[in-house]
Every structure is written in C-alpha cells, then in structure tokens.
C-alpha cells in the first residue's frame, strides 16, 4: 500500500463515518508490515493501566507480541488477523475510555444513563489517523474534566509506592491508655512504631524525607499525621487511634485499586452537560455547586452536608432536575419514620407533640391539632399522616431544595447544626441537609428576578410555607467517589455505604469479549 492510498482511505474512512458508514475499517498494515500507527496504538493499549483499565482486555501483550514478529518478519495472513484484532481492541478502549466498563444500571437501582453526548470512537479514531495524532483519539475519549487527569497522575503514584517496604511489616500495637479505653497514641507519647510511621507518612508525602524525626509523637511528626488524618476524611487531631491506624494500614496499592474505581465512575458522570449544577460527594459528606464557562468548570459553592445512616437509611445515586424551592416548609414524616419512631415516641411522651409542633393531616387535606391514641392508631393504619408546622423545631428547618424523585430524598436546612462539626456525617433518615442554605438558594435563584440575598433571609425567616418554582430547572447530582484530587493532594474517603466493594468485585468478575481473530 503506498503512502498516497494509506493517506486517501484515511480522508475517506473520516468522510464516510461522517456520513454514517459504518463499514470502514483502520488501515494497521501495508503489505504485511505494521505501519507507524500500530505501534502507536498498541503502546496506547499497553499504557491501558495508567487510566485504570486492564491491558489484557485488549490483548495488548497479544498485539505486542505478534508486532513484534511482524516487523521481524512481515506476513501478509498474520498481518490481516493483526489488523483485525487491533482495529476491534482499539474500538474498544476508546469506547471504554468514555463511557466506563460497566453499565451503572447493573449495580444501583434506579440509574438513569447520562444523554447521548454524541461521543463515536469510529469518527474520532478516523479523524485521528488522518492527522497522524492517535493520542488524539485517547483525549476525545477521556472526561473532559481536570479531577480524571489529577486522578491519574495520582493513580501512577500509588501505583509505583505498591510494594514499599513501609508495609511490609505492621505498625506495634498502641500505646495503652492509664485510665483504660481503646490505646492511642497522642503527642507527647513515646511508642517503638515511630520509625514505621514516619516512613509511611514520607513515602505518601505528608512527612519531608528531610525532616528531622522527634524522640516522641511531637513537632513535624504531629503535624505530618494531622495532614494524612485531613486527606482521609479523619479528625485531624494528631492523635493516632483505632479509625486513622486502620487508614495507615491500607497499602499503596489498596489505594490505587480505589483511585481506580473513582475513574470509573468519572467515565459515568455528566459533569459539563449543563452550564449549572449541584453535585454531593456521599462519601466525602460535601455539596458543590458548578458553573461552565466556556468548557471550564468553575466551583460556586461547596459546603458539609449530612446524609442517609449508613447502616440502614443510605442516601441514594440520584440524577434529578431541581424545580423548586420551599421556604418556612412543613416536614411530612414519612409513614417509615411515622411506624418506627413518631408514634412509638408520642405514646411514651405525649408532650413532644405541642413542643415540636405537629398535627394530623387526613385525606380530605382536613388538619387535626389534637393528639389522641385513636388517631395514632389511625396513622398505623394509614388513614391519617402526620406533619410538623413550619417553626424553629421543624426538621427541613427554614427551606427545602425539591428535585422529584421516586425516593423523596431533597436536600434542606436542619436545626440540629452541631452535626456538621463531625468528620463522619451520616445522621439523616436519607435526605441530604446542607451547611450553607442561604448560600445554596442564591446559587440556586441565581438570576431569577427578584431573589437576592435579602429577601431570600426574608422568605426563610417569615415563617409561611411558600413554594418558588425555578425558572430553569437545575441538575442535582448525588454521586459516590472515595478518592479525590483537592489542592494537588489526593483525598481518600471510607466507603461509606459499601458501593465500591460492589463495584470493585463486578469489575473483577468482568469477562471481556474476545477479539475478532485475535492473533496467537
């Protein structure tokens, strides 16, 4: 094949994708012979691992070493399975590249796969050969989004810390405590695991290698813990327990395996679909709020928030349209909550009735102010439920942010703010309560006549329930990541509900495709 005909079957295989055709196939070899272009994508496939994907579901060794024989050797049949086999492994990657491995929808109930973006790995890998720049394939096929880049370059760190003799051998056991209580170490504290634990804080750099190590848990080594305790969602006290030692242990390659799976979901997660949105971290218990300008995204707001108890009311994976704000709201308890907690309580204290403000509501809309056991009885039968008014006592607290769901999850105000002071934040029945609420409905009423900073302080502290409808409906994402890239250093999080255990054991048990004459 002469380098004229690779060039027009290049221009013409873009023109014919561009107008639907679907029978093109990459020219990989001529004559034989691999041309440049294979090595180049057969050295993408084997650069695989850097995004957290599997070489071998490409048959990258494979493909290597049958280039290698051919360029050793060219042969016109083995040549043709070559370039087979290649084109299909690398359709493949830049489809798995963009949209993920698995189908979210396999692991959590409800998930609504993100709109078509218009993403054609046949297109854009016919665009790339004909400007001889295949790595331009792999960057139209990633996640426009600057946290996957910082994901891998923190994933190649991990990965080549995997086998540090820093956890070759575990920490001692903890110092005791004189007054008992679970052992600790706290600064001032001598304990014969110093060395190891300032090797580990070194290798995953929140301790200086040049650093001058105290005699005891004191100075930089204080200091250095507190940082490694902040990266991975603890109490940055400085003080080495149970919760931060179970952190320490897990190794450098533990943490790439995580690093990972938040790449996967990465490939899954519509970021820069709409010019606005709300995204909540579960597992890092916080709210951001976006805004794309010109493809870049520009963090609004970020704030704590509080979630579904991990044990038994989690927080679902959302992808909703918020469409209205609910100032002064009533809370409408949930028969689950009703059977399970609000009545029970109400016959062993019926004073909390009057002090937290609630009332029967029927199913006429009629309400009832007075508490009695037949009316009690009634909300167990479900003839009658009950809400609490709008007031300082009132569980949604002064405003309810409504994004319509099959679950009735909502983010909203709470009176109980000392919660948000812990590092763990899962306290809720599953609906998600925010730090900032003034703050989130200006970004949310952002540009809606009217709705400034003042009157929305107004609305929350009138008392009257009133209900805003958005003019422009606004994305609200609840998304589950445990590791993320925060002013340059990678943050890790506990898998609260358990997701990536899921995740991780689907994508082991994964079974990729055989490629079409896959070459021996």
Same mark, same amino acid.
């Given at each position: %094949?002469?380098?004229?005909?690779?060039?027009?079957?290049?221009?013409?295989?873009?023109?014919?994708?561009?107008?639907?055709?679907?029978?093109?196939?990459?020219?990989?070899?001529?004559?034989?012979?691999?041309?440049?272009?294979?090595?180049?994508?057969?050295?993408?496939?084997?650069?695989?691992?850097?995004?957290?994907?599997?070489?071998?579901?490409?048959?990258? $060794?494979?493909?290597?070493?049958?280039?290698? @024989?051919?360029?050793?050797?060219?042969?016109?049949?083995?040549?043709?399975?070559?370039?087979?086999?290649?084109?299909?492994?690398?359709?493949?990657?830049?489809?798995?590249?963009?949209?993920?491995? !698995?189908? $979210?929808?396999?692991?959590?109930?409800?998930?609504?796969?993100?709109?078509?973006?218009?993403?054609?790995?046949?297109?854009?890998?016919?665009?790339?050969?004909?400007?001889?720049?295949?790595?331009?394939?792999?960057?139209?096929? &990633?996640?426009?989004?600057?946290?996957?880049?910082?994901?891998?370059?923190?994933?190649?760190?991990?990965?080549?810390?995997?086998? +540090? =003799?820093?956890?070759?051998?575990?920490?001692?056991?903890?110092?005791?405590?004189?007054?008992?209580?679970?052992?600790?170490?706290?600064?001032?504290?001598?304990?014969?695991?110093?060395?190891?634990?300032?090797?580990?804080?070194?290798? !995953?750099?929140?301790?200086?290698?040049?650093?001058?190590?105290?005699?005891?848990?004191?100075?930089?080594?204080?200091?250095?813990?507190?940082?490694?305790?902040?990266?991975?969602?603890?109490?940055?006290?400085?003080?080495?327990?149970?919760?931060?030692?179970?952190?320490?242990?897990?190794?450098?390659?533990?943490?790439?395996?995580?690093?990972?799976?938040?790449?996967?979901?990465?490939?899954?997660?519509?970021?820069?679909?709409?010019?606005?949105?709300?995204?909540?971290?579960?597992?890092?218990?916080?709210?951001?709020?976006?805004?794309?300008?010109?493809?870049?995204?520009?963090?609004?707001?970020?704030?704590?928030?509080?979630?579904?108890?991990?044990?038994?009311?989690?927080?679902?994976?959302?992808?909703?349209? %918020?469409?209205?704000?609910?100032?002064? =709201?009533?809370?409408?308890?949930?028969?689950?909550?009703?059977?399970?907690?609000?009545?029970?309580?109400?016959?062993?204290?019926?004073?909390?009735?009057?002090?937290?403000?609630?009332?029967?509501?029927?199913?006429?809309?009629?309400?009832?102010?007075?508490?009695?056991?037949?009316?009690?009885?009634?909300?167990?039968?479900? @003839?009658?439920?009950?809400?609490?008014?709008?007031?300082?006592?009132?569980?949604?607290?002064?405003?309810?942010?409504?994004?319509?769901?099959?679950?009735?999850?909502?983010?909203?105000?709470?009176?109980?703010?000392?919660?948000?002071?812990?590092?763990?934040?899962?306290?809720? +029945?599953?609906?998600?309560?925010?730090?900032?609420?003034?703050?989130?409905?200006?970004?949310?009423?952002?540009?809606?006549?009217?709705?400034?900073?003042?009157?929305?302080?107004?609305?929350?502290?009138?008392?009257?329930?009133?209900? &805003?409808?958005?003019?422009?409906?606004? $994305? &609200?994402?609840?998304?589950?990541?445990?590791?993320?890239?925060?002013?340059?250093?990678?943050?890790?999080?506990?898998?609260?509900?358990?997701?990536?255990?899921?995740?991780?054991?689907?994508?082991?048990?994964?079974?990729?495709?055989?490629?079409?004459?896959?070459?021996?």
């Amino acid at each position: %094949m002469s380098s004229i005909w690779t060039h027009t079957a290049r221009v013409l295989g873009a023109a014919l994708l561009a107008v639907g055709g679907a029978a093109w196939a990459a020219p990989w070899q001529d004559g034989g012979r691999p041309l440049p272009e294979a090595r180049e994508a057969v050295a993408l496939l084997d650069d695989a691992a850097s995004h957290g994907l599997q070489p071998r579901d490409y048959g990258a $060794p494979a493909l290597r070493r049958t280039l290698e @024989q051919l360029e050793q050797a060219p042969d016109a049949a083995t040549a043709q399975a070559f370039e087979a086999s290649l084109d299909e492994a690398f359709r493949r990657f830049l489809r798995e590249l963009h949209a993920g491995r !698995l189908q $979210p929808a396999t692991l959590y109930r409800g998930w609504k796969p993100a709109p078509a973006d218009g993403f054609d790995p046949d297109t854009v890998l016919a665009e790339a050969l004909a400007r001889h720049r295949l790595h331009a394939a792999v960057d139209a096929a &990633v996640p426009p989004l600057p946290q996957y880049q910082r994901l891998r370059e923190a994933l190649a760190r991990y990965q080549a810390l995997d086998g +540090h =003799p820093a956890w070759a051998e575990p920490l001692p056991a903890l110092p005791a405590r004189p007054g008992g209580g679970a052992p600790r170490l706290e600064p001032g504290q001598a304990w014969s695991g110093l060395a190891l634990l300032a090797q580990r804080l070194q290798a !995953l750099g929140d301790l200086d290698e040049a650093a001058t190590l105290p005699p005891r848990h004191a100075g930089v080594l204080v200091e250095a813990l507190r940082r490694f305790q902040e990266r991975h969602g603890l109490q940055a006290d400085g003080v080495l327990g149970r919760d931060t030692r179970a952190a320490l242990d897990v190794s450098p390659g533990r943490r790439a395996r995580q690093i990972v799976l938040a790449l996967e979901r990465l490939r899954w997660t519509p970021l820069t679909r709409a010019p606005r949105m709300i995204v909540v971290n579960l597992p890092e218990f916080v709210l951001r709020a976006y805004e794309v300008r010109d493809g870049r995204i520009e963090l609004r707001q970020e704030m704590k928030v509080i979630v579904g108890k991990a044990l038994d009311t989690r927080t679902p994976l959302l992808d909703e349209q %918020m469409r209205s704000i609910e100032f002064s =709201p009533y809370w409408n308890v949930p028969p689950s909550i009703a059977r399970g907690e609000l009545v029970p309580r109400l016959r062993r204290d019926p004073g909390y009735w009057s002090r937290e403000g609630f009332e029967f509501v029927a199913p006429d809309g009629s309400v009832q102010t007075g508490l009695s056991a037949t009316r009690l009885d009634a909300v167990l039968a479900g @003839q009658l439920r009950i809400r609490q008014r709008p007031g300082p006592r009132n569980a949604l607290g002064d405003i309810k942010f409504v994004f319509p769901n099959s679950d009735n999850i909502y983010l909203h105000h709470t009176p109980s703010t000392g919660l948000f002071e812990r590092a763990r934040r899962d306290f809720s +029945h599953g609906c998600i309560r925010v730090e900032q609420p003034q703050a989130l409905a200006a970004f949310v009423l952002e540009g809606q006549p009217g709705w400034d900073l003042p009157r929305i302080r107004e609305a929350m502290a009138r008392g009257e329930s009133n209900s &805003v409808r958005l003019e422009r409906p606004l $994305p &609200v994402l609840i998304a589950y990541g445990t590791a993320l890239v925060k002013d340059g250093r990678v943050h890790f999080f506990e898998d609260l509900y358990g997701h990536d255990r899921a995740l991780d054991a689907a994508l082991r048990a994964r079974v990729a495709a055989p490629l079409p004459e896959s070459p021996r």
